[in-house]
Nanobody
């Protein structure tokens, strides 16, 4: 499985960005996809996940009502729309795919495949 993330950048607080992650290598629509982030000097943390069909989504409390995860199975792509960005959202953002097609895991240990990361910087 190969994952290619894009869309990061520098934005002012209150602004928006949309991240994309293109996947290849297996049946995309069968698997959950997720976004994680790693702030400077901190561990990688869960941001959002979406089931294979797109019917179920999960968010970290810190991003609920501001971020939206979605997917386009025809394009093998998952998105993360980030609105009302805050300086504390500054991090490297990673898309990830799990080992199995069971459930919608929200822990990094369940994910085997990772994109290269894209930097998001929010200035105050």
């Amino acid at each position: 499985v190969q994952l290619q993330a894009s869309g990061g950048g520098l934005v002012q607080a209150g602004g928006s960005l949309r991240l994309s992650c293109a996947a290849s290598g297996r049946a995309f629509s069968s698997y959950t996809m997720a976004w994680f982030r790693q702030p400077p000097g901190k561990d990688r943390e869960f941001v959002a996940a979406i089931s294979g069909s797109g019917a179920s989504t999960y968010y970290a409390d810190s991003v609920k009502a501001r971020f939206t995860i979605s997917r386009d199975n025809a394009k093998n792509t998952v998105y993360l729309q980030m609105n009302s960005l805050k300086p504390e959202d500054t991090a490297v953002y990673y898309c990830a795919a799990p080992i199995t097609d069971i459930g919608v895991p929200r822990t990094k240990w369940a994910y085997k495949y990772w994109g290269q990361g894209t930097q998001v910087t929010v200035s105050s």
